[in-house]
Structure formats: structure tokens, C-alpha cells
């Protein structure tokens, strides 16, 4: 990543589960703080998504600081349930994660550049997205030369990752995050916010699931290679 006048550092990790994924293994990597929240986890499906979720944020964190052993890395819960760094190793770290059924991915950055990520399965069954949108995202939608069904997930995916940055998740009305513009390119799209205009989402389709990054608008993703992680886990799509 690159800003106009400085370098700025960002590492991804983008995982997937499969059938016969030994995600038992990862307890390994967690500290004693994660160890009793995994713990008292009930559900299996939230066990997993807790386990994917840790492993990407450390092995984003480690990319980024060079950190060899993934255990000396704590992800701790914040009191809005927002990802903390604790590393002694590495300071002025932060991390965004997401998951999504087999799937999770997290982004690793410095403390200067505040950044989300989110990803979502594309479902017909969207009700609930379609009800929060503005007027002025519904005729967004029409103008789009891409599934609508697609549309509302780049959409929820945009807000969702901006909530990230602004710790606030969705106790903040999702019309807070309007749309207000977005542009289609070969393998991605952009998107601008109405309220935010300093940042700025960055999406891709892979398979069945939308992916997108919100970043400030003044730096720029190394699309190349963030297209070929996703490439490695999913196809890619054309939002064309």
C-alpha cells in the first residue's frame, strides 16, 4: 500500500476451511486470555469462526512484523468487541478480521492509516439488507451494470468494513454509511461514502462471496497482489 507522500504498510491473510481442516491445530497458537474465551465457546460453528478468525489476524500481524512464533501474538476483545493487538514486539499494530462460513480474512496496519475489511456469501435471501438501503442507493443499484443481488452485498460489505474503522459496528444505523458512488473496473470496484469522504471501499467478487477493504481514499492497494491472494482461495469474477 502507498500513500502520496509516505509508504504505508498493510499485510492480509485470506484463509479457508475445508472439509478436512485440522482447525483443532490452531489452539496451539493461542494465549492463555483466547484459550478461556474459546473455552466457554458452545456452539461448533462459532468455535471454528473464532478459530479462523485468530489465525488470519496473527498471520496477517506476523507478515507485517515479521513475528516468527504466532503465540507471542494476543488478539484481545475491546469493550465495543473490536480486535486489540498485544505484541511486544511489534507496536502501533491494528487488525481488522471478518469471517464468513469457511472462509475469514483479516488486514494488519499501522496505527496511521486506519483500515476494515468484510466479507459476506452472497445470498438471495437479502430482505434485510434491501430494507436498510437509502432511496439514493436503490437507484444506485439500477445504474450498476452487475447483479443486484451482488450489488447489495458490495454494498452491506462497504458499510460493514467502515463500521470496523469506527468501532462502532451496526448500533450506528446503516444509512449513517450511504453509498454515494460506486465504480466498476475489470476485477474490482470502488466505492465512496456520502458522510465519509475521506475513505474510500475497495471490492472484489470471488465465487460466491463479496470482498471489500475500506482504506483512506488517498492511499492506494496493491490490487495485483491482493487480487491474486483472493485468486488463491476463491475465482475471481468479473463485476462486469
Given at each position: 500500500m ?12 485470506i ?50 512484523s ?15 468487541q ?48 434491501e ?11 439500477q ?5 443486484s ?29 450511504e ?62
Open positions: 502507498s500513500e502520496l507522500n509516505e509508504s504505508l504498510k498493510a499485510s492480509i491473510c484463509t479457508r476451511f475445508v472439509a478436512d481442516s485440522p482447525f483443532e491445530e490452531i489452539v496451539d497458537y493461542l494465549q492463555e486470555e483466547e484459550l478461556s474465551y474459546y473455552a466457554g465457546l458452545q456452539v461448533e460453528k462459532r468455535r471454528k469462526s473464532f478459530l479462523l478468525g485468530r489465525l488470519c489476524a496473527k498471520k496477517a500481524i506476523q507478515s507485517y515479521d513475528i516468527e512464533n504466532l503465540k507471542r501474538i494476543l488478539i484481545r476483545r475491546g469493550i465495543f473490536q480486535p486489540i493487538v498485544v505484541a511486544t514486539l511489534c507496536s502501533n499494530v491494528q487488525v481488522s478480521i471478518t469471517h464468513s462460513n469457511d472462509i475469514g480474512a483479516a488486514i494488519a496496519f499501522s496505527e496511521g492509516c486506519s483500515m476494515g475489511i468484510d466479507i459476506e456469501k452472497i445470498s438471495e435471501e437479502s430482505e434485510v439488507i430494507s436498510v438501503l437509502t432511496q439514493k442507493e436503490r437507484n444506485l443499484i445504474t450498476l451494470s452487475m447483479n443481488t451482488a450489488a447489495l452485498y458490495l454494498m452491506w460489505t462497504a458499510k460493514e468494513a467502515l463500521s470496523k474503522i469506527l468501532k462502532t459496528g451496526f448500533t450506528t444505523p446503516p444509512q449513517v454509511f453509498i454515494e458512488k460506486i465504480h466498476l473496473h475489470s476485477s474490482y470496484a470502488s466505492s465512496e461514502y456520502t458522510n465519509f469522504s475521506q475513505f474510500k471501499a475497495t471490492s472484489f467478487q470471488a465465487g460466491d462471496y463479496i470482498v471489500s477493504i475500506v482504506h483512506p481514499k488517498r492511499t492506494l492497494i496493491d490490487l495485483k497482489m491482493l487480487n491474486y491472494l483472493i485468486s488463491k482461495t476463491q475465482a475471481i469474477c468479473s463485476f462486469h
